[in-house]
């Protein structure tokens, strides 16, 4: 088993150069000015140019307007659309681009009707509920909830660190894990050395399972 890595919330090339060092397998921007990771166009345009091939670039969006998420479309070579609020299945299609529902956990079987609900997604990203933030808590909610049926790749998020992502991938076997703050000294700025025992920690379990 190998689950891929994303790192989100970015707002620094050095962070980004650094993340991709480090073996992360996708780049999170975040288009959502409330968050205190929220970047501009101009700001992600600057970011997109340091992303080398074959490492996937996210943009994170919570209940935009159509022509919000086509603005940054017209702007970014955006790969993966992430949507973090409340958006319908329907409008997280109409864009022609492959894209992610985050769904905030907070009881048993609302994972498996989100399977449902957004069956056209290309993965489902579950993440700690909280009622005043869309994501970005830090805080882990509890892994018994993740059903074993999948329909699509499921995504791990929420409270994720060096100290316990290697728990999570051997508990729960995702697709994928996603970390923000778990790898930074401050909000939007990354730490280099947390990044890499991040990605090291899901490697070394990987390898050994």
Same mark, same amino acid.
């Given at each position: 088993?190998?689950?891929?890595?994303?790192?989100?919330?970015?707002?620094?090339?050095?962070?980004?150069?650094?993340?991709?060092?480090?073996?992360?397998?996708?780049?999170? *921007?975040?288009?959502?000015?409330?968050?205190?990771?929220?970047?501009?166009?101009?700001?992600?345009?600057?970011?997109?140019?340091?992303?080398?091939? $074959?490492?996937?670039?996210?943009?994170?969006?919570?209940?935009?307007?159509?022509?919000?998420?086509?603005?940054? *479309?017209?702007?970014?070579? %955006?790969? *993966?659309?992430?949507?973090?609020?409340?958006?319908?299945?329907?409008?997280?299609?109409?864009?022609?681009?492959?894209?992610? /529902?985050?769904?905030?956990?907070?009881?048993?079987?609302?994972?498996?009707?989100?399977?449902? +609900?957004?069956?056209?997604?290309?993965?489902? %990203?579950? +993440?700690?509920?909280?009622? +005043?933030?869309?994501?970005?808590?830090?805080?882990? $909610?509890?892994?018994? *909830?993740?059903?074993?049926?999948?329909?699509?790749?499921?995504?791990?998020?929420?409270?994720?660190?060096?100290?316990?992502?290697?728990?999570?991938?051997?508990?729960?076997?995702?697709?994928?894990?996603?970390?923000?703050?778990?790898?930074?000294?401050?909000?939007?700025?990354?730490?280099?050395? /947390?990044?890499?025992? $991040?990605?090291?920690?899901?490697?070394?379990?990987? /390898?050994? +399972?």
């Amino acid at each position: 088993m190998t689950a891929r890595v994303k790192i989100c919330g970015l707002t620094r090339p050095e962070d980004v150069t650094a993340a991709v060092a480090a073996g992360a397998d996708a780049i999170g *921007l975040v288009f959502y000015g409330p968050s205190p990771r929220a970047v501009t166009i101009e700001r992600a345009s600057a970011l997109a140019q340091v992303v080398p091939a $074959f490492v996937s670039l996210v943009g994170l969006f919570v209940n935009p307007s159509a022509a919000e998420v086509r603005r940054v *479309l017209e702007a970014i070579p %955006l790969d *993966l659309l992430q949507f973090h609020g409340d958006e319908s299945q329907e409008f997280c299609q109409q864009f022609g681009r492959r894209w992610i /529902k985050a769904v905030r956990v907070r009881e048993q079987g609302q994972i498996a009707q989100a399977f449902r +609900d957004y069956h056209q997604a290309a993965g489902l %990203l579950v +993440d700690a509920w909280d009622p +005043d933030r869309y994501g970005g808590t830090g805080e882990a $909610f509890n892994w018994s *909830l993740i059903p074993a049926d999948r329909p699509l790749p499921l995504i791990l998020a929420g409270g994720l660190s060096s100290d316990n992502v290697a728990s999570a991938v051997t508990l729960v076997r995702p697709w994928a894990v996603d970390v923000s703050g778990g790898v930074e000294r401050g909000k939007g700025i990354k730490d280099a050395r /947390k990044m890499s025992d $991040f990605i090291n920690e899901v490697h070394r379990v990987c /390898k050994t +399972d």
